[in-house]
C-alpha cells in the first residue's frame, strides 16, 4: 500500500482507479448514472484546500492498481471515506483491512475521533461489521430524467421571489447565502456527525474547485421582499449529467411550498440552458419525508438505498 498523489497521478494509475469505482456503482447500484471517467479524476484531483484529502492504491504485480481508498476531512471530529474498492479477483487477501488501517491512521493524525463513509452492499455492511463500526443513517438515492412537467410549478406566497444565478454567489447575497447553506445542518443525520460549518471563505473555495474542475454550479434561491436568502437549490453539471448538491428552507420559512417552487424553477433553467442533460441525480436522509415528497412529486425515482457507516478510531 502506498500513498497516491490525487494531482499527479497518470494516465494509467487513473484508468485504474475509474474502472474500480466504475465497476462497484455499476454492479452494487446498476439504476444509477455513472459519472465519466474524466469528470471522477476532476472531482478528486481539485477538491477544495480544506478537504485536506488523502489517497491510497494497492498495485498487483503487473503494476496496476487493484484496491484504493480516498477520504476528506469532514470535520474537526470525523474523516469521510468516499471509496474504499477492492477488485473482486483481489478480495479476501487483506487489502481492504489494509486501506483502512491507512485511513484510521490519517484519522488520528487529524486528531478525529472517527471514521464515517457509505456502503451500498451487504459486504460492505460486513466488512464495517468486521473492524468493529455500526451502521448509522440510510440515504435515499433518486433520479430525475426530463421532460419536466409544467402542472408541477407552484407560485410562490406573497414576499418571495426568485432569483437564479451561474457560477459565483453574487456579492449582494453572500452573507446570507451562507446563512442559508447552514440551514442544511437540521436535516436527519446521526449524532456523531458535526455540523458542517459555512463561511463566505469556505463557500467562495468550494465555487473555485467546482470551477477548477469543469462543473457548472447553478443555484435558485428564494429571496425574501428585502432581498434575504430564504431557501435554495444547488445544481452541479458535468456535460450530460447534473447533481443536486444542497436544497434546503431556513426554518422560519418552511411549510410554504418554497422548496418545490426553487427546485421546480432549477429543473426548468437546466433544461432550457443544457437541453441534452439527461439525468438529475440526488440524495436524502432515508426519514427526510417532507423532502422526499418534493423530489417524488417532481418526479424523481429511487434508484439506490445506502447505509452510512461510522468506525470509532
Known amino acids: ?53 488523502a489517497a491510497w ?17 469532514h470535520s474537526a471530529r470525523t474523516v469521510w471515506v468516499s471509496d474504499l474498492i477492492v477488485a473482486p479477483e483481489h478480495r479476501r487477501q487483506g487489502h481492504g483491512r489494509a486501506l483502512f488501517t491507512l485511513v484510521k491512521g490519517y484519522a488520528e493524525s487529524r486528531g478525529c475521533r472517527s471514521v464515517a463513509g457509505s ?40 414576499g418571495y421571489h426568485l432569483r437564479s444565478w451561474i457560477g459565483a454567489t ?29 463561511t463566505p471563505e469556505r463557500l467562495r473555495e468550494i465555487e473555485k474547485a467546482a470551477a477548477d474542475r469543469g462543473n457548472e454550479v447553478r443555484v435558485t434561491a428564494a429571496l425574501t421582499a428585502d432581498g434575504t436568502v430564504a431557501g435554495f437549490t444547488d445544481l452541479r453539471v458535468t456535460g450530460t449529467q447534473a447533481m443536486v448538491d444542497d436544497t434546503a428552507v431556513l426554518p422560519e420559512h418552511r411549510n410554504r411550498r418554497l422548496a418545490q417552487a426553487v427546485k421546480y424553477e432549477s429543473l426548468r433553467l437546466l433544461v432550457a440552458d443544457h437541453p441534452a442533460v439527461a439525468t438529475v441525480s440526488t440524495s436524502n436522509d432515508a426519514t427526510n419525508a417532507a423532502m422526499i415528497a418534493v423530489n417524488t412529486k417532481l418526479g ?7 447505509t452510512h457507516v461510522l468506525v470509532t478510531v
Do not use: C, K
Not at 464495517?128 to 407552484?154: F, I
Open 119 to 158: 456502503v451500498l452492499t451487504e459486504p460492505g455492511r460486513a466488512f464495517v461489521t468486521a473492524l468493529g463500526g455500526r451502521e448509522s443513517n440510510r440515504s435515499r438515492r433518486s433520479v430525475w430524467h426530463p421532460p419536466l412537467d409544467a402542472d408541477l410549478r407552484r407560485d410562490l406566497p406573497d
Open 1 to 53: 500500500m502506498t500513498p497516491f498523489d490525487l494531482t499527479t497521478g497518470s494516465d494509467t494509475d487513473w484508468a485504474d482507479v475509474y474502472r474500480l469505482h466504475a465497476n462497484h456503482r455499476t454492479q452494487a447500484a446498476p439504476a444509477e448514472s455513472i459519472t465519466t471517467e474524466a469528470d471522477y479524476r476532476a472531482r478528486l484531483s481539485h477538491l477544495p484546500p480544506s478537504a485536506h484529502a
Open 300 to 306: 424523481f425515482v429511487e434508484t439506490a438505498t445506502w
Open 57 to 73: 492504491a494497492h498495485r498487483a504485480p503487473t503494476g496496476h492498481i487493484v484496491a484504493f481508498a480516498w477520504a476528506v476531512l
Open 170 to 198: 453574487p456579492d449582494d447575497l453572500l452573507d446570507s447565502f451562507v446563512r442559508a447553506r447552514a440551514a442544511i445542518n437540521d436535516a436527519p443525520r446521526d449524532a456523531a456527525i458535526d455540523d458542517e460549518v459555512w
